[in-house]
């Protein structure tokens, strides 16, 4: 058989799939102490998302016939369902603000990470999944991050943004070293996924809401700044970060843009009569000790989980590097393209060159994530969207409402 970059269909390993278990099912994986609690949590939680019932979150054989129908091969798998005693989506969560919270939601994390590192050993030639952290103790997400890397079937892990005046450090700050020097250690690279770290503005009431939402991706953009500016990149040259589901990829030129132009700004290497500078009160030893470009930390550290590529976002991919971007289906979630993915393509991907989209829609993240490219070229043999059918333009558009089927550039559209 042709190799994985010599067929006629491509291999697509999606870097951004949600699952989780049927919430009574976490009950086996909770320490004995936090089972009464379970059942009386499980007894009162109310569904916060339409899709967290949908039985392709836990049904391995249904969710790889769903896979075959889609062109995708193989998949990483974010968390979908709820874990114990969260009432939103963990992913879309804040970070605990006391000890006694942070335990109890700690515990309803690990066990949710104990019954993905099984789904995925389901599947384990097509499925990786990420495991999810909390910042709060660092012994105890160090303790995590290793078993996982021990477990099988674990392709990263996933921290909170920090939300703004909390209880814990930014993460430039130095506590989080051993963390960082784990995941290095570990081959398991860190994300964060949009939505997380968001601060307590009042969501009890609808309009907090509405502005967690508008504010959705804000808290991680942050994050970034604090990894990059914060020299975190310059002291663990090796950490690979991924962002993932962040909704196209203007936004990471625009945020590398603004830390280029106000590092230039307190950065003394740039002071002179001919710049504006403000070293003197805005500089620091860590910023003047910055080897490389905001760019160039993003491209020798960062990743983007590309799930929401609209055709006018794919001109960037070039800026950020075509080998820092992995296309993802967001599935089961109706933002992103599945289950119409070879649509979603032909409408973002048609006239891209082959060998990039091969190491966009497969190459990078299986590089990235460990899966065997070999053993997948006969299964994208079989289901991969056809190279020909991509490469022609989408004529008639499916009912979906998935970012990737979005046409016009919201910011150009303000202005004609």
Not at 333 to 349: F, N, Q, V
Request: charge should be negative; hydrophobic fraction near 45%; proline fraction near 7%.
């Amino acid at each position: 058989m042709a190799g994985w970059d010599e067929l006629d269909r491509y291999v697509i390993v999606t870097s951004d799939a949600h699952g989780g278990a049927a919430l009574g099912d976490y009950r086996p994986y909770l320490d004995a102490r936090w089972r009464d609690e379970f059942d009386a949590w499980l007894a009162g939680v109310v569904m916060p998302w339409f899709d967290v019932n949908d039985s392709s979150n836990w049904d391995n054989e249904l969710r790889l016939a769903n896979m075959d129908a889609d062109g995708v091969s193989a998949e990483i798998v974010f968390p979908n369902t709820l874990p114990p005693f969260f009432d939103i989506l963990a992913h879309l969560s804040g970070v605990p603000r006391d000890r006694a919270t942070f335990e109890r939601k700690w515990a309803g994390l690990q066990a949710h990470n104990r019954w993905l590192v099984e789904f995925c050993q389901q599947a384990p030639l097509r499925r990786r999944g990420i495991v999810q952290l909390l910042p709060n103790d660092i012994d105890a997400a160090v303790a995590e991050l290793r078993w996982a890397a021990d477990s099988g079937g674990v392709a990263g892990v996933m921290v909170p943004a920090i939300p703004p005046n909390h209880v814990i450090e930014p993460y430039f700050h130095h506590r989080y070293d051993p963390l960082w020097e784990a995941s290095v250690e570990a081959g398991l690279p860190v994300h964060q996924h949009q939505g997380t770290g968001s601060p307590d503005i009042g969501a009890d009431e609808a309009v907090g809401n509405s502005i967690f939402f508008t504010e959705l991706d804000h808290w991680t953009r942050r994050t970034m700044h604090h990894l990059i500016v914060g020299g975190v990149f310059e002291r663990h040259p090796d950490l690979q970060v991924v962002w993932t589901e962040m909704w196209g990829l203007r936004w990471a030129v625009e945020e590398l843009a603004h830390m280029t132009l106000r590092l230039r700004n307190v950065q003394s290497r740039f002071a002179n009569p001919g710049v504006l500078n403000y070293s003197r009160t805005f500089g620091s030893p860590v910023v003047d000790g910055l080897s490389l470009t905001p760019l160039e930390y993003f491209q020798r550290n960062c990743s983007i989980g590309a799930s929401m590529l609209p055709r006018h976002e794919v001109k960037y991919c070039g800026v950020l590097g075509v080998d820092r971007i992995m296309w993802g289906t967001d599935s089961p979630h109706p933002e992103g393209s599945a289950p119409y993915t070879t649509a979603a393509l032909r409408a973002t991907m048609h006239d891209v060159a082959v060998a990039d989209c091969r190491a966009m829609l497969g190459g990078n993240a299986a590089k990235q994530y460990g899966f065997d490219l070999d053993a997948l070229a006969p299964i994208a043999a079989a289901i991969g969207p056809r190279v020909s059918d991509v490469a022609q333009p989408l004529q008639e558009w499916p009912a979906h409402t998935g970012v990737a089927f979005h046409l016009q550039d919201p910011l150009e559209a303000l202005l004609s």
